[in-house]
């Protein structure tokens, strides 16, 4: 809300719930999880973004599979978690099935390693699919057209969202600093299992992360996919909108 009113100058955001995607991990005690579903129900909202999340310290419950998950009752309910998304997502799919729910892939992952987690994602009910972060540079491409054509030869006709990233570096006058770029990289590669080489040269050539967020919507756009992006200071996130605007008539330097 507070985005759209300071940055934007339009009126908040008003939440539609068949257009909305929530996310969900499996860091939650199967009762919680019921409670949660009923609340989706009453508020009409549809689609679920299941992953696995990271793991957290104070959620000392135990894991279970779905199947065990489902025969729990009352308080046995309340002393288990699922496993993973995989497990979270034959549950919800199980306890309500009317659902939209999508799952989390990483096409920058080893292949067959993440292919294989995919498929059974897949069979384990869920209907659409958000990538880890897709940029504009020829290298991530090359890797979304492995990934197409893995779905084609598997009939994998799921509706994708590609995510896009703030590759944020802070940025003085001089430029930015060796060790912080190094520490960001390290910090991206542990989350995403890839970074492309092309973060680096555009920083050597005076770009930002900004910049670099702008053009990668500028190319979904332009090839007519669905996108989100994350972005979590407001006023970088205006930045971006502000660039994208910009360079939508510099489609040459891209």
């Given at each position: ?72 009752k ?9 496993k ?86 802070p ?28 973060v ?15 053009r ?39």
């Amino acid at each position: 809300v507070s985005f759209t009113e300071k940055w934007l100058g339009l009126p908040p955001v008003v939440w539609e719930p068949q257009r909305t995607i929530i996310h969900l991990t499996r860091n939650h005690n199967i009762n919680w999880l019921r409670d949660f579903l009923d609340a989706l129900a009453k508020h009409n909202f549809n689609n679920l973004l299941l992953i696995t999340g990271d793991p957290l310290k104070e959620v000392r419950l135990k894991m279970v599979l779905a199947e065990d998950a489902l025969q729990r009752k009352d308080s046995a309910a309340d002393e288990v978690r699922l496993k993973n998304s995989v497990e979270l997502l034959k549950f919800i799919h199980a306890e309500a099935p009317g659902l939209n729910l999508g799952a989390a892939h990483n096409p920058f992952m080893k292949r067959e390693v993440a292919q294989k987690h995919l498929m059974r994602k897949v069979e384990a009910g869920a209907q659409f699919l958000v990538t880890q972060p897709v940029s504009y540079y020829d290298e991530c491409w090359t890797v979304m057209a492995e990934f197409d054509q893995f779905c084609r030869e598997n009939q994998l006709n799921l509706p994708v969202i590609l995510g896009v990233f703030n590759y944020a570096v802070p940025v003085g006058k001089d430029g930015y600093k060796e060790e912080a770029f190094a520490k960001r990289y390290k910090f991206w590669k542990k989350l995403f299992g890839f970074v492309p080489a092309g973060v680096r040269e555009d920083y050597d050539r005076g770009l930002n992360g900004i910049e670099i967020l702008a053009r990668s919507i500028n190319k979904l756009i332009r090839m007519r996919y669905f996108h989100f992006d994350i972005m979590n200071a407001e006023k970088n996130g205006w930045s971006v909108l502000q660039n994208h605007q910009r360079l939508t008539h510099e489609l040459d330097r891209i």
